[in-house]
């Protein structure tokens, strides 16, 4: 590959078009792995230059200018305006721009050093996302690409959207690895059967008592070359005792598809989380095609591969990454994503402290959803009326953010109940626009599903549905997450205080109706009626509906 230099200069280009299957940081930019429709695959670099800003005194930050400008040429500076989310206005800051994306972070740190008391933002995000919001593609999307014959992108056009309901995959190759026996045994725990390697419904089972079984996996390898490789304890188990084979045997094993890079491989690592200790098992990244392990990987067990591809092209994060991070992770850098096309900045950690509240009204907002107790005994003809996604839907109705509540530009807004917090009214929160869409979207799905009859489609659409159902899950308890940077304690207490009462509003039109309320909890309830048929059920749920706002 040529450098950044030389990709600028002008060639002959071919227009490439296809799906986007891996992308990961270079020194010379982006690197962007292709496949085409006839699986063809192509190794591009796109020119990128990621960028953090640093906030201080005008004094600060114009020696902070000079010294960079005279220690590289590797990076760029200028004065610009960016705004606070907190604030809501405009601060000068110092854009910095690194020509080479690997150097990001180690740049980052130097600015650390060299004047601890500058503010630094959008300046530990990663890069893969920060591509994607700056070029408007996302992994997995249908793209087209001109090229010189070098394959220094010139160009990029996303032929696709994050929001499409029906679209096209890329043509993966897919190679399974799992070993012999029961699959939810870990085999760290006495478990290790032969291994077995599974590509286009030919299974091929790898005994010791031969070859080295390294042999045997590189040869399967190279002949197949898979774009996907699908494991059961890949990740804790099988690639890394390939990997210590090959080196003992001093044996080759090219797992990456990218030979310029080696393979990644993070450790294991026990951690405690509200008071609990939890286990985070290592992690095995190629690069040039993609390792997912289903054992390590939450949205993969879950939702299968149908779920994770959506949730990789809505984050807009690494497919590798997606599979194995929490969802809550990925709602976070949806949330990012829009405050980035606002031109917000969005700080390093969480600086925002919990508003100061008297103990009654601590006691009167520290409180979840509403519950009440079951009439017992046996009930027939009993409706449950719910409300879908109640929470993520109040947030976007409501406009419930961390920004919007308690705004200092409408103290005279109308109170939230029982609490007198205040939203404000000239601005649409980040959470509200970043849940509305994904919200519609997982309507639609469920349209869909009403009139799909096709197995196959109904199994994708609800695996979809699945692991937007996450997102959304997550999306409520990041807003109260201690270290959640978009997050706010009254923003999550606001959204608990409307679904009490919205709860309420809906027993009462129940009762009103002549219906009686058997059981409620949080955001659904178990009504009865004599005599009462499913259409008046129908009508009393869209009664509901017009009283509160919420479908």
Same mark, same amino acid.
């Given at each position: 590959?040529?450098?950044?230099?030389?990709?600028?200069?002008?060639?002959?280009?071919?227009?490439?078009?296809?799906?986007?299957?891996?992308?990961?940081?270079?020194?010379?930019?982006?690197?962007?792995?292709?496949? &085409?429709?006839?699986?063809?695959?192509?190794?591009?670099?796109?020119?990128?230059?990621?960028?953090?800003?640093?906030?201080?005194?005008?004094?600060?930050?114009?020696?902070?200018?000079?010294?960079?400008?005279?220690?590289?040429?590797?990076?760029?500076?200028?004065?610009?305006?960016?705004?606070?989310?907190?604030?809501?206005?405009?601060?000068?800051?110092?854009?910095?721009?690194?020509?080479?994306?690997?150097?990001?972070?180690?740049?980052?740190?130097?600015?650390?050093?060299?004047?601890?008391?500058?503010?630094?933002?959008?300046?530990?995000?990663?890069?893969?996302?920060?591509?994607?919001?700056?070029?408007?593609? !996302?992994?997995?999307?249908?793209?087209?690409?001109?090229?010189?014959?070098?394959?220094?992108?010139?160009?990029?056009?996303?032929?696709?959207?994050?929001?499409?309901?029906?679209?096209?995959?890329?043509?993966?190759?897919?190679?399974?690895?799992?070993?012999?026996?029961?699959?939810?045994?870990?085999?760290?725990?006495?478990?290790?059967?032969?291994?077995?390697? &599974?590509?286009?419904?030919?299974?091929?089972?790898?005994?010791?008592?031969?070859?080295?079984?390294?042999?045997?996996?590189?040869?399967?390898?190279?002949?197949?070359?898979?774009?996907?490789?699908?494991?059961?304890?890949?990740?804790?188990?099988?690639?890394?005792?390939?990997?210590?084979?090959?080196?003992?045997?001093?044996?080759?094993?090219?797992?990456?598809?990218?030979?310029?890079?080696?393979?990644?491989?993070?450790?294991?690592?026990?951690?405690?989380?509200?008071?609990?200790?939890?286990?985070?098992?290592?992690?095995?990244?190629?690069?040039?095609?993609?390792?997912?392990?289903?054992?390590?990987?939450?949205?993969?067990?879950?939702?299968?591969?149908?779920?994770?591809?959506?949730?990789?092209?809505?984050?807009?994060?690494?497919?590798?990454?997606?599979?194995?991070?929490?969802?809550?992770?990925?709602?976070?850098?949806?949330?990012?994503?829009?405050?980035?096309?606002?031109?917000?900045?969005?700080?390093?950690?969480?600086?925002?402290?919990?508003?100061?509240?008297?103990?009654?009204?601590?006691?009167?907002?520290?409180?979840?959803?509403?519950?009440?107790?079951?009439?017992?005994?046996?009930? &027939?003809?009993?409706?449950?009326?719910?409300?879908?996604?109640?929470?993520?839907?109040?947030?976007?109705? !409501?406009?419930?953010?961390?920004?919007?509540?308690?705004?200092?530009?409408?103290?005279?807004?109308?109170?939230?109940? &029982?609490?007198?917090?205040?939203?404000?009214?000239?601005?649409?929160?980040?959470?509200?626009?970043?849940?509305?869409?994904?919200?519609?979207?997982?309507?639609?799905?469920?349209?869909?599903?009403?009139?799909?009859?096709?197995?196959?489609?109904?199994?994708?659409?609800?695996?979809?549905?699945?692991?937007?159902?996450?997102?959304?899950?997550?999306?409520?308890?990041?807003?109260?997450?201690?270290?959640?940077?978009?997050?706010?304690?009254?923003?999550?207490?606001?959204?608990?205080?409307?679904?009490?009462?919205?709860?309420?509003?809906?027993?009462?039109?129940?009762?009103?109706?002549? !219906?009686?309320?058997?059981?409620?909890?949080?955001?659904?309830?178990?009504?009865?009626?004599?005599?009462?048929?499913?259409?008046?059920?129908?009508?009393?749920?869209?009664?509901?509906?017009?009283?509160?706002?919420?479908?």
């Amino acid at each position: 590959m040529q450098s950044n230099s030389k990709c600028g200069q002008k060639r002959q280009t071919m227009r490439l078009q296809g799906w986007i299957l891996d992308l990961y940081p270079s020194p010379q930019g982006m690197t962007l792995w292709l496949i &085409e429709a006839n699986q063809k695959r192509h190794r591009l670099i796109d020119a990128f230059s990621p960028a953090f800003y640093v906030y201080g005194s005008p004094a600060r930050l114009r020696r902070l200018q000079e010294a960079l400008t005279a220690r590289s040429r590797s990076v760029t500076c200028r004065l610009t305006e960016r705004t606070d989310l907190w604030q809501h206005k405009a601060l000068l800051v110092l854009e910095v721009s690194v020509r080479h994306p690997t150097e990001f972070n180690s740049w980052v740190r130097w600015v650390h050093r060299f004047d601890s008391s500058l503010r630094l933002y959008n300046s530990d995000l990663m890069l893969v996302p920060l591509y994607c919001w700056e070029r408007r593609v !996302f992994p997995l999307a249908q793209i087209e690409v001109e090229a010189d014959q070098n394959g220094c992108v010139q160009a990029v056009e996303c032929q696709d959207s994050e929001w499409a309901l029906d679209y096209k995959l890329p043509p993966l190759k897919v190679m399974h690895l799992r070993l012999e026996g029961l699959s939810d045994i870990n085999p760290r725990h006495g478990r290790c059967g032969a291994l077995e390697v &599974e590509v286009d419904g030919d299974c091929c089972v790898i005994e010791e008592s031969g070859e080295p079984a390294v042999v045997t996996f590189h040869h399967l390898l190279r002949r197949h070359d898979p774009d996907l490789i699908l494991s059961e304890w890949g990740d804790s188990t099988i690639l890394p005792l390939l990997r210590q084979q090959a080196r003992r045997l001093s044996l080759p094993l090219e797992l990456n598809r990218d030979t310029h890079l080696p393979v990644q491989q993070s450790r294991s690592r026990s951690f405690m989380s509200y008071g609990r200790i939890l286990f985070k098992a290592s992690a095995t990244t190629l690069y040039g095609r993609l390792h997912v392990d289903v054992s390590n990987s939450f949205i993969a067990d879950h939702c299968e591969q149908d779920g994770l591809w959506e949730l990789a092209r809505l984050t807009k994060l690494p497919v590798q990454y997606a599979a194995r991070t929490t969802t809550g992770t990925g709602i976070s850098y949806m949330q990012m994503e829009v405050a980035y096309r606002d031109g917000v900045l969005i700080p390093e950690q969480k600086s925002e402290p919990e508003d100061f509240k008297h103990p009654d009204r601590l006691l009167l907002a520290d409180r979840g959803g509403l519950v009440f107790t079951p009439i017992l005994g046996f009930h &027939e003809n009993v409706a449950e009326l719910d409300f879908p996604s109640q929470f993520p839907s109040i947030m976007a109705h !409501f406009n419930i953010s961390p920004e919007t509540v308690n705004c200092r530009c409408c103290p005279e807004s109308p109170p939230i109940p &029982e609490l007198g917090y205040r939203i404000c009214q000239k601005r649409q929160g980040i959470v509200g626009r970043t849940v509305a869409p994904l919200i519609e979207k997982r309507q639609r799905y469920k349209e869909l599903l009403r009139t799909v009859s096709a197995s196959t489609l109904r199994k994708t659409y609800k695996r979809r549905r699945e692991a937007e159902k996450w997102l959304l899950v997550c999306c409520f308890g990041y807003l109260g997450y201690k270290n959640a940077r978009l997050g706010k304690i009254e923003a999550h207490e606001s959204i608990n205080a409307i679904g009490r009462e919205q709860l309420l509003v809906a027993k009462e039109t129940a009762e009103e109706q002549g !219906f009686r309320v058997l059981h409620a909890i949080v955001d659904s309830m178990y009504v009865q009626a004599k005599g009462a048929t499913r259409a008046d059920y129908e009508r009393l749920a869209l009664d509901i509906t017009q009283h509160t706002g919420l479908p």
